[in-house]
């Protein structure tokens, strides 16, 4: 496992560690530089800093912006910026309340729809998260006895149902992130929505125009690619003068992932990207 893990999730989106557990995770993990980048949520950052002010681990204020436009879904990384700048708050709270408002329709379509219903103690709970989201709702399928994982729930019943609310395109995500002093980064490119890859013609297309809009960086290690499909990002990196980072993407128990299990490890070589990027947010090695 590398040193080095910048994707992780806490109980503020859809993990399953309280940031306390999570440093511990950390920590036991031998990972040395991290951040938390919970879905469109920015709580964990100031709890982070409190937590490792005085520990010998180097922590990152991170966030992960999910956005759509007319050619797709992507996941835009925000590293370094200010938790308390006006830009990256507003755009969290826009994004909180649609994600309220798809949770809302999605329980009352499963009791439309399907004739499932949940006790209102645990409708009550479901909304007491902080960001309730699909996992949520699929562990209560499964605990009704509607699926026999969450997977399988969310496969059979929610990804089934066409929501549609204002949606963040990726460039007003790159916005916010700059105009908070921060870093985007473009998270896991390979994957587009759900299992669909991006072809190289379309990731050079993406790439083009995200840049244009300000993008720094890619997530060119990642726990889910191949050696091949890691070797293909760092080689984007090159060419479009990107930033590098390495991310888990670490959820817990709500994911068979592993704190730190990035492709990165002790024996790789650090891209010039990565190094870039280490010395813009101020870490020196």
Request: hydrophobic letters at 35%.
């Given at each position: 496992?590398?040193?080095?893990?910048?994707?992780?999730?806490?109980?503020?989106?859809?993990?399953?560690?309280?940031?306390?557990?999570l440093l511990g995770?950390?920590?036991?993990?031998?990972?040395?530089?991290?951040?938390?980048?919970?879905?469109?949520?920015?709580?964990?950052?100031?709890?982070?800093?409190?937590?490792?002010?005085?520990?010998?681990?180097?922590?990152?204020?991170?966030?992960?912006?999910?956005?759509?436009?007319?050619?797709?879904?992507?996941?835009?990384?925000?590293?370094?910026?200010?938790?308390?700048?006006?830009?990256?708050?507003?755009?969290?709270?826009?994004?909180?309340?649609?994600?309220?408002?798809?949770?809302?329709?999605?329980?009352?379509?499963?009791?439309?729809?399907?004739?499932?219903?949940?006790?209102?103690?645990?409708?009550?709970?479901?909304?007491?998260?902080?960001?309730?989201?699909?996992?949520?709702?699929?562990?209560?399928?499964?605990?009704?006895?509607?699926?026999?994982?969450?997977?399988?729930?969310?496969?059979?019943?929610?990804?089934?149902?066409?929501?549609?609310?204002?949606?963040?395109?990726?460039?007003?995500?790159?916005?916010?992130?700059?105009?908070?002093?921060?870093?985007?980064?473009?998270?896991?490119?390979?994957?587009?929505?759900?299992?669909?890859?991006?072809?190289?013609?379309?990731?050079?297309?993406?790439?083009?125009?995200l840049k244009g809009?300000?993008?720094?960086?890619?997530?060119?290690?990642?726990?889910?690619?191949?050696?091949?499909?890691?070797?293909?990002?760092?080689?984007?990196?090159?060419?479009?003068?990107?930033?590098?980072?390495?991310?888990?993407?670490?959820?817990?128990?709500?994911?068979?992932?592993?704190?730190?299990?990035?492709?990165?490890?002790?024996?790789?070589?650090?891209?010039?990207?990565?190094?870039?990027?280490?010395?813009?947010?101020?870490?020196?090695?």
């Amino acid at each position: 496992m590398g040193f080095i893990d910048l994707h992780m999730h806490s109980i503020f989106s859809d993990g399953t560690d309280t940031p306390e557990e999570l440093l511990g995770t950390v920590r036991n993990a031998g990972i040395k530089i991290f951040s938390v980048t919970d879905h469109d949520e920015i709580k964990s950052c100031r709890i982070m800093k409190e937590l490792t002010s005085k520990e010998d681990i180097t922590y990152i204020t991170g966030v992960e912006f999910s956005c759509k436009d007319d050619e797709g879904k992507y996941h835009i990384l925000g590293y370094d910026f200010d938790p308390s700048a006006g830009a990256v708050n507003a755009l969290t709270e826009e994004a909180h309340n649609a994600r309220i408002k798809k949770v809302r329709m999605r329980i009352e379509r499963l009791r439309d729809e399907y004739g499932i219903e949940f006790s209102s103690s645990d409708i009550d709970k479901l909304f007491s998260l902080d960001n309730p989201g699909k996992p949520h709702i699929g562990n209560l399928l499964v605990r009704y006895g509607h699926a026999k994982t969450r997977n399988e729930a969310i496969e059979h019943y929610l990804n089934r149902m066409k929501i549609s609310l204002g949606r963040i395109e990726p460039e007003r995500a790159i916005k916010a992130i700059l105009d908070s002093g921060g870093i985007p980064v473009l998270a896991h490119p390979v994957f587009g929505s759900g299992d669909e890859t991006i072809s190289e013609d379309l990731m050079e297309a993406r790439l083009l125009k995200l840049k244009g809009h300000g993008l720094l960086g890619i997530e060119a290690f990642y726990s889910g690619f191949t050696s091949e499909e890691r070797s293909e990002m760092l080689s984007f990196a090159d060419r479009f003068d990107l930033f590098v980072t390495a991310g888990s993407d670490y959820h817990g128990s709500n994911k068979t992932v592993s704190p730190g299990d990035t492709g990165f490890g002790a024996d790789t070589e650090m891209p010039a990207g990565m190094k870039s990027f280490l010395r813009a947010v101020g870490i020196t090695f």
